[in-house]
């Protein structure tokens, strides 16, 4: 208690002429029965890990060092940063603290030494000075994460008890065999493809999965980005634990953050009671964020205080609601880094979410993957609709060729909806042709004509090397967008939620892109409905 007293108070003091006085955690408001509940390993587990501790200011190391030791950890200290490394270098180490600052080096130039020397150790960098570049910067030079100064012995606790919870799953992933009842998920479940670029994705979320790694997933809409992370944490040990899903796009900032964070009785008009939120549901498992880059700025500040301390509290609250241990996947059909450039979405954030990118390709680039997928499809809705029916329909040579002529604008979602809306109509044993299969608009056509007339409308000037490739691939589809969305729209007459279904995807993502590429509904509409 008295080197939990000291700790708070040194740092306090030792920050506040360095930046703003930063709200910190203390024990009292963290309920111990919460605590207990959410303890991230065992005291067996912790007592097994080697700690090192590297700070010049001589009442935060021994503070930091008792609080941890009192934890049950092993903690070896060092006032430079030549000192710790020597350490390092001599005796292994699972988790490392390193001060920004130090009088012989910095934080930052220490991490590459610290890392050759113990590399599948986690790094925590402690900064006086949590601006957003020197975070972003300390994690890109590989910092696990980062300890903002002034800091609380919980807080403390939290993190560094993070930290040992990813050293345990890392450790049991490497000493576990990949069969048996308590093996990752089969590979049966993976999804389906064989191309190139999926097949890559596929790899890496096989990879990431046993870990404790965020992992942002980007892709147009539909490509089945909630897929990947459904495949993540199936492979992960949280799988035993709910992956709840929640979508940034489709509820507004009031809204979302009581379902995120939950709200206390009278937090709002007809908040009657005291509701848990979805980071609470979470507790154990998998938070998927879809359509992060649409989450409000105010929320993703919010979010990352939860990301860094696992702390939740509700809308109204005055108090620490709950300590959480949630892993995250976010998503989004924008380019994040882009996002990032343009003040939509929030660096530090970014980079604590984005540890693994995973890329998906959109339908479109996967020729190989489609005949896979209809078929697939095929057999799945005809189980579902038809139950005891065993003459499936197949599809013809014809209908495979159309599927494959097609753009898919809505991606897998689009072929999955095609799929089941010819074996509805079809009876026993009937062959699919091309003409049952619905394939929206003629900007979707990948014919020779259309793709000829497509290539003719969207080539460069008079040099077609005048742009860089991503230049002119980006410049390309967003003609195609409009284009698409202009005859999506007018074949819909100007009806949002039939347009919205004819491509497959919801209405809010319809009106988001109408909006980027400044396209009004009744300008478009045939009767101006």
Same mark, same amino acid.
């Given at each position: 208690? +008295?080197a ?11 920050? =506040?002429?360095? &930046? ?13 029965s ?7 390993v065992?005291? /067996?587990f ?17 503070s930091?060092?008792? &609080? ?16 710790g490394?020597?350490l ?13 600052? #130090?009088?012989?080096?910095?934080? &930052?130039?220490?991490l ?5 020397a113990r ?8 900064t006086?000075?949590?601006?957003v570049? =020197? ?18 012995? =919980? ?11 990813? @050293?345990?799953?890392?450790k ?9 009842? $308590?093996?990752l ?8 493809? @064989? ?19 965020? @992992? ?9 980005? /909630?897929?990947? *992370? ?18 940034c ?10 379902e995120m964070f939950g709200?206390? !009785?009278? *937090? ?10 979805l980071l ?5 498992? =998998?938070?998927?964020l879809d /359509?992060l880059? /649409? ?9 990352l205080?939860v &990301?860094?301390?696992?702390?939740v ?11 959480v241990? @949630? ?6 059909n924008?380019?994040?880094? !882009?996002?990032?450039?343009?003040? +939509? ?10 540890v693994v ?11 190989e993957?489609?005949? #896979?997928?209809?078929?697939?499809f ?10 005891g ?10 209908? +495979? ?9 809505g ?14 109509l ?23 004509? $259309? ?33 698409? %969305? ?32 400044? %396209?009004?509904?009744d300008?478009?509409?045939v009767?101006?409905?």
């Amino acid at each position: 208690m +008295v080197a939990s007293m000291a700790l708070a108070t040194h740092c306090c003091a030792s920050a =506040t002429h360095l &930046i703003p006085r930063i709200q910190t955690l203390t024990a009292s408001s963290v309920p111990d029965s919460t605590r207990d509940e959410n303890s991230l390993v065992s005291a /067996e587990f912790r007592a097994s890990l080697n700690l090192l501790l590297i700070d010049d200011e001589r009442t935060l190391r021994e503070s930091c060092k008792s &609080i941890l030791e009192g934890l049950g950890y092993r903690v070896d200290a060092a006032a430079r940063g030549e000192d710790g490394l020597k350490l390092a270098q001599r005796r292994s180490y699972d988790i490392i603290l390193v001060d920004l600052y #130090l009088p012989d080096t910095t934080g &930052i130039d220490l991490l590459e030494p610290l890392l050759a020397a113990r590399p599948d150790a986690l790094i925590i960098v402690m900064t006086g000075n949590p601006s957003v570049a =020197t975070n972003v910067e300390a994690l890109r030079a590989g910092a696990w994460d980062y300890l903002p100064k002034p800091f609380s012995a =919980t807080h403390l606790e939290i993190l560094v008890g993070r930290a040992a919870h990813a @050293v345990m799953v890392a450790k049991e992933s490497d000493s576990s065999p990949r069969e048996g009842a $308590a093996a990752l998920a089969d590979e049966a479940d993976a999804p389906i493809g @064989v191309s190139p670029g999926f097949v890559r994705c596929i790899e890496l979320a096989r990879k990431v999965g046993p870990t404790d790694a965020s @992992v942002f997933i980007t892709g147009e809409t539909g490509a089945g980005k /909630e897929i990947i *992370a459904q495949y993540i944490h199936k492979r992960s040990r949280r799988r035993a634990r709910p992956m709840v899903a929640v979508n940034c796009a489709a509820l507004p900032e009031g809204l979302l953050e009581s379902e995120m964070f939950g709200h206390v !009785k009278g *937090a709002f008009t007809g908040a009657v009671r005291d509701k848990a939120g979805l980071l609470e549901t979470a507790n154990g498992g =998998t938070l998927f964020l879809d /359509e992060l880059t /649409e989450m409000p700025k105010s929320l993703q500040a919010k979010l990352l205080r939860v &990301i860094q301390d696992g702390v939740v509290r509700r809308v109204g609250s005055n108090t620490t609601s709950a300590v959480v241990n @949630v892993r995250f996947i976010a998503a989004s059909n924008r380019d994040a880094e !882009k996002a990032v450039a343009e003040n +939509v979405l929030r660096e530090d954030l970014y980079y604590r979410l984005c540890v693994v990118p995973i890329r998906l390709p959109a339908l479109r680039d996967r020729q190989e993957d489609i005949q #896979l997928l209809a078929e697939h499809f095929m057999r799945s809705y005809w189980r579902q609709h038809r139950g005891g029916e065993t003459r499936m329909p197949r599809l013809t040579d014809g209908a +495979v060729q159309a599927l494959k002529q097609y753009a898919w604008p809505g991606n897998v979602r689009e072929l999955q909806n095609a799929i089941e809306h010819a074996v509805v109509l079809l009876d026993p044993g009937q062959a699919i042709e091309a003409q049952d299969i619905p394939l929206h608009g003629a900007g979707g056509r990948l014919d020779a004509g $259309a793709g000829a007339a497509a290539a003719q409308g969207f080539s460069t000037a008079a040099d077609p090397l005048s742009e860089s490739y991503h230049t002119a691939r980006e410049r390309v589809i967003a003609e195609f967008e409009r284009q698409y %969305l202009t005859e999506l729209v007018r074949a819909a007459d100007g009806n949002m939620s039939k347009a919205a279904r004819l491509a497959g995807v919801d209405r809010t993502t319809l009106y988001r892109l109408m909006e980027r590429h400044g %396209l009004r509904r009744d300008a478009m509409a045939v009767n101006g409905s």
